[in-house]
């Protein structure tokens, strides 16, 4: 093989390698954006469960919040009814493993409209901090978001409850809402909506 030939030889392995790099980087990619079918959270709940004892100043939705599990599945671990919510200090409460699966959605964001009021973790909302706002999943929960267009991706806490965008059937159109910051990030801000995976992480 002479020089020439071998220069050509190794420019086609370059070529073929720099493909494949880039196949595997947009694997994921959303082509057909407005066929893009958003999902919805599911949950693997085992029959694995732990206990903890009640302290004076708990509440139902305070221990959920504290196991990243929502106060009708502590409910239900422990036979109680739906508005059951009177508990005391020194009672045994079983604390059931729920599993948040990852999933895809749409992502919007919010930003100056909501800039100082107060979202639904009592906290005010800074627009600047990355964080999101979701209907299911459990306040104080981290999750991982995937920009499935550019690879790019941000972990933030769900600290408020949205988005509550429908579609002309009435469906949610939207599954999870970031903040300004979180947007600017993720390469939200013109687009204004992308597709995303969220990737719960307790």
Same mark, same amino acid.
């Given at each position: 093989?002479?020089?020439?030939?071998?220069?050509?030889?190794?420019? #086609?392995?370059?070529?073929? #390698?720099?493909?494949?790099?880039?196949?595997?980087?947009?694997?994921?990619?959303?082509?057909?954006?407005?066929?893009?079918?958003?999902?919805?959270? +599911?949950?693997?709940e +085992?029959? @694995?469960?732990?206990?903890? $004892? #009640?302290?004076?100043?708990?509440?139902i939705?305070?221990i959920? &919040?504290?196991?990243?599990?929502?106060?009708?599945?502590?409910?239900?671990?422990?036979?109680? +009814?739906?508005? %059951?919510?009177?508990?005391?200090?020194?009672?045994?409460?079983?604390?059931?493993?729920?599993?948040?699966?990852?999933? *895809?959605?749409?992502?919007?964001?919010?930003?100056?409209?909501? *800039?100082?009021? &107060?979202?639904?973790?009592?906290m005010?909302?800074?627009? $600047?901090?990355?964080?999101?706002? *979701?209907?299911?999943?459990? /306040?104080?929960? *981290?999750?991982?978001?995937?920009? /499935? =267009?550019?690879?790019?991706?941000? #972990?933030?806490?769900?600290? @408020?409850?949205?988005?509550?965008?429908? =579609?002309? %059937?009435?469906?949610?159109?939207?599954?999870?809402?970031?903040?300004?910051?979180?947007?600017?990030?993720?390469?939200?801000?013109?687009?204004?909506?992308?597709?995303?995976k969220?990737?719960p /992480?307790?």
């Open positions: 093989m002479n020089k020439v030939q071998t220069i050509v030889s190794i420019t #086609v392995i370059l070529t073929v #390698v720099v493909i494949f790099i880039i196949a595997l980087q947009n694997k994921d990619r959303v082509e057909d954006f407005d066929n893009f079918i958003s999902e919805h959270p +599911s949950i693997e +085992s029959t @694995d469960l732990s206990s903890y $004892e #009640v302290k004076t100043g708990d509440t939705i305070g959920a &919040k504290k196991f990243n599990i929502l106060p009708w599945q502590l409910r239900t671990a422990n036979n109680m +009814s739906g508005e %059951d919510t009177l508990i005391h200090p020194g009672e045994m409460l079983y604390i059931p493993l729920v599993i948040w699966e990852t999933y *895809h959605g749409k992502a919007s964001w919010y930003g100056p409209n909501f *800039h100082g009021k &107060k979202m639904a973790n009592g005010m909302y800074d627009q $600047e901090k990355i964080l999101v706002a *979701h209907r299911i999943l459990p /306040l104080g929960i *981290h999750v991982r978001i995937t920009n /499935l =267009n550019s690879g790019k991706s941000i #972990v933030a806490q769900v600290l @408020d409850r949205g988005p509550y965008a429908k =579609n002309a %059937d009435g469906e949610y159109s939207r599954e999870i809402d970031l903040s300004y910051g979180a947007a600017k990030e993720l390469g939200a801000i013109e687009p204004g909506v992308i597709p995303v969220i990737e /992480l307790g």
